[in-house]
């Protein structure tokens, strides 16, 4: 990067991490600051920490995680052949944090998730300069920087934005490898891939999306051998995660040490998966769980990749050689965010929970920023009308948490809609009008994708011609 570009992420880093940290303190459910997952994943960090052991029988029998959560805390784990309780999310992510809550407990694990969310989104920064220039890099990773979804979830204590960070760092270099050969560039690249496992179980698939992209570009490049090292490190590490969970939690992954009866998908036939596809649609839009009706700007993600598609489809790389770049950067970040996407419809087990929107495709939300900085270059007032749509719901989100009677996870305020919200499609009551909206807007999206640009001018022309005769 040259200094005027490093000086301008330093102060973007500066500015998202006094923002983030401003959100520590906010309650998360009335009477707490932590839910959902947040407080067995600090008891194992904290069980880390104290005892030097992820067993939490002690810690569940004595009642040891009052000081964390002030309600009864059920435990996620079946007792093992050892007479242990291992929590079914892993030990990756809390050995990560781990250094954090020894110096000064959750609350500077916090401090240091927000370090490290407002890495992701500089990451994001220099992801976007390799598509388009400033100020639409820059101006796309300040506006999702600050979006609420990177409010609500830069200091949750979940892997989702670490995973961010990895994903944009491993990306990154990988795209470094277009322009110079470097062996620390590649088993770096890999190392971090590597590492997405251990934070959770669902980033493999993204993980390994990026892996075989670098591979590819390495074989193309007749750097065969290192391909195979890189791809060797990444086995390496899927070996280890293996044996360590097979004695830690009986099975390949930590989800073996489930209690019985629950599932890792929370599906059981392949019909249930298939009836899962409406939140292909659904993770967009719903009206409490939606990443756009939170962060309309992230439209501008699919507006990107539309103009990319559509550049991909009409050759123009072939006249322009430079745009080749630009096109593979803005393909592998639209394939891992594809990948993620993939995870938060089929896997996950339910797209409603506990915490604030978007959970599931919070670890791919960097990576949007360079396909929104694309539509902001090509739709520069709308994407400003969104943009700061989203920093009002932000600002508002805030001030009702912080001092209102708002909580991230539960009673969050109509932001930024006010009584408009009403327009968004709920998906939670089971109504059918919300499933055909659903299937209108996937046409719609396949339509704009896949029909010739072309076929779209002559419908056009012969409306014109009809309405004037």
Same mark, same amino acid.
């Given at each position: 990067?040259? /200094?005027?570009?490093?000086?301008?992420?330093?102060?973007?880093?500066?500015?998202?991490?006094?923002?983030?940290?401003?959100?520590? $303190?906010?309650?998360?459910?009335?009477? *707490?600051?932590?839910? #959902?997952?947040?407080?067995?994943?600090?008891?194992?960090?904290? *069980?880390?920490?104290?005892?030097?052991?992820?067993?939490?029988?002690?810690e569940?029998?004595?009642?040891?995680?009052?000081?964390?959560?002030?309600?009864?805390?059920? !435990?996620?784990?079946?007792v093992?052949?050892? %007479?242990?309780v291992?929590?079914?999310h892993?030990?990756?992510?809390?050995?990560?944090?781990a250094?954090?809550?020894?110096?000064?407990?959750?609350?500077?694990?916090?401090?240091?998730?927000?370090?490290?969310?407002?890495?992701a989104?500089?990451?994001?920064?220099?992801?976007?300069?390799?598509?388009?220039?400033?100020?639409?890099a820059?101006?796309?990773?300040?506006?999702?920087?600050?979006?609420?979804?990177?409010?609500?979830?830069?200091?949750?204590?979940?892997?989702?934005?670490?995973? $961010?960070?990895?994903?944009? %760092?491993?990306? +990154?270099? =990988?795209?470094?490898?277009?322009? /110079?050969? *470097?062996?620390?560039?590649?088993?770096?690249?890999?190392?971090?891939?590597?590492? +997405?496992p251990?934070?959770?179980?669902?980033?493999?698939?993204? $993980?390994?999306?990026?892996?075989?992209?670098?591979?590819?570009?390495? @074989?193309?490049?007749?750097?065969?051998? +290192? !391909?195979?090292?890189?791809?060797?490190?990444?086995?390496?590490?899927?070996?280890?995660?293996?044996?360590?969970?097979e #004695?830690?939690?009986?099975?390949?992954?930590?989800?073996?040490?489930?209690?019985?009866?629950?599932?890792?998908?929370?599906?059981?036939?392949?019909?249930?998966?298939?009836? /899962?596809?409406?939140?292909?649609?659904?993770?967009?839009?719903?009206?409490e769980?939606?990443?756009?009706?939170?962060?309309?700007?992230?439209?501008? =993600? @699919?507006?990107?990749?539309?103009?990319?598609?559509?550049e991909?489809?009409?050759?123009?790389?072939?006249?322009?050689?430079?745009?080749?770049?630009e096109?593979?950067?803005?393909?592998?970040?639209a *394939?891992?965010? %594809?990948?993620?996407?993939?995870?938060?419809?089929?896997?996950?087990?339910?797209?409603?929970?506990?915490?604030?929107?978007?959970?599931?495709?919070?670890?791919a939300?960097?990576?949007?920023?360079?396909?929104v900085?694309?539509?902001?270059?090509?739709?520069?007032?709308?994407?400003?009308?969104?943009?700061?749509? %989203?920093?009002?719901?932000?600002?508002?989100?805030?001030?009702?948490?912080?001092?209102?009677?708002g909580?991230?996870?539960?009673?969050?305020?109509?932001?930024?809609?006010?009584?408009?919200?009403?327009?968004?499609?709920?998906y939670?009551?089971? =109504?059918?009008?919300?499933?055909?909206?659903?299937?209108?807007?996937?046409?719609?999206?396949?339509?704009?994708?896949?029909?010739d640009?072309?076929? @779209?001018? /002559?419908?056009?022309?012969?409306?014109?011609?009809?309405?004037?005769?």
């Amino acid at each position: 990067m040259r /200094r005027a570009t490093l000086r301008r992420a330093a102060a973007l880093w500066l500015l998202l991490f006094g923002v983030y940290a401003a959100t520590i $303190g906010l309650p998360t459910e009335p009477g *707490s600051d932590y839910a #959902g997952d947040e407080p067995h994943f600090l008891l194992t960090t904290k *069980s880390i920490v104290e005892d030097h052991n992820a067993d939490l029988l002690d810690e569940y029998r004595t009642r040891d995680y009052r000081e964390i959560y002030p309600r009864d805390l059920r !435990a996620r784990g079946r007792v093992t052949a050892q %007479g242990q309780v291992n929590e079914p999310h892993g030990v990756g992510f809390p050995l990560l944090i781990a250094p954090a809550y020894a110096v000064g407990g959750p609350k500077a694990v916090e401090l240091f998730l927000a370090a490290v969310a407002a890495l992701a989104i500089v990451l994001a920064y220099a992801l976007a300069l390799r598509v388009v220039p400033d100020p639409w890099a820059i101006g796309a990773a300040l506006l999702g920087g600050l979006s609420p979804p990177m409010l609500g979830w830069a200091t949750a204590v979940y892997p989702a934005l670490p995973a $961010g960070a990895v994903l944009a %760092g491993a990306v +990154l270099l =990988a795209l470094k490898l277009t322009e /110079r050969r *470097s062996r620390p560039l590649v088993f770096a690249c890999f190392f971090l891939i590597g590492m +997405l496992p251990w934070l959770a179980t669902p980033f493999i698939l993204a $993980g390994a999306v990026v892996a075989a992209l670098t591979a590819r570009l390495l @074989w193309s490049q007749r750097r065969r051998m +290192l !391909a195979i090292g890189g791809l060797e490190v990444v086995g390496f590490s899927l070996a280890f995660y293996a044996g360590l969970n097979e #004695g830690f939690f009986g099975g390949l992954t930590p989800y073996a040490a489930q209690l019985a009866g629950d599932s890792a998908t929370g599906a059981h036939s392949a019909t249930d998966y298939l009836d /899962r596809a409406y939140r292909f649609v659904a993770l967009w839009i719903d009206r409490e769980y939606g990443v756009l009706r939170w962060a309309p700007l992230f439209l501008l =993600a @699919w507006v990107g990749v539309w103009f990319v598609w559509r550049e991909w489809r009409g050759g123009l790389a072939r006249v322009i050689p430079e745009l080749q770049a630009e096109e593979f950067a803005a393909a592998m970040c639209a *394939s891992v965010v %594809g990948a993620q996407l993939f995870i938060a419809v089929f896997l996950a087990p339910t797209m409603f929970g506990f915490w604030f929107p978007g959970r599931h495709l919070i670890p791919a939300l960097p990576l949007m920023i360079p396909l929104v900085a694309i539509g902001l270059r090509r739709a520069p007032r709308l994407g400003a009308v969104l943009g700061a749509i %989203g920093v009002i719901a932000s600002v508002w989100f805030y001030a009702d948490v912080r001092w209102g009677e708002g909580t991230i996870a539960a009673g969050r305020p109509d932001a930024p809609w006010g009584p408009l919200e009403v327009a968004w499609p709920d998906y939670s009551d089971g =109504a059918a009008l919300p499933y055909v909206i659903a299937a209108l807007v996937a046409v719609g999206v396949a339509a704009a994708f896949f029909v010739d640009p072309h076929v @779209w001018r /002559r419908l056009l022309r012969r409306e014109r011609a009809a309405t004037t005769a």
